[in-house]
């Protein structure tokens, strides 16, 4: 657990960071589009949908994104030597 404790981003960045796509985009789709944009898998994306469908704010939702996001990269990491081995038919 300290491991990933270390890895994360500090709240008050996770903060800073939705507050300020907040203020840049307003408006709930236009913080769809800029994520979809930016490159956050469709799987990532449909659950940016649900959470504005139950009526959540979008500090909670980047916040969210950016966890989600943190534990992708790190199942890619784990996963990249096996990627490279199968690529190579090993």
């Not at 009526?55 to 916040?63: A, D, F, M, S, Y």
Request: contains cysteine; glycine residues 4%; charged residues 20%.
């Amino acid at each position: 657990m300290p491991e990933q404790q270390a890895k994360r981003l500090p709240s008050d960045i996770e903060s800073l960071l939705a507050v300020a796509i907040r203020d840049a985009v307003w408006f709930k789709p236009q913080v769809q589009v800029f994520l979809k944009e930016s490159g956050v898998p469709p799987a990532i994306l449909r659950e940016v949908q649900q959470m504005y469908k139950q009526g959540k704010h979008t500090i909670p939702v980047v916040q969210h994104v950016l966890s989600q996001l943190e534990r992708h990269c790190l199942a890619v990491r784990r996963n990249l030597p096996a990627f490279g081995k199968a690529r190579l038919g090993l």
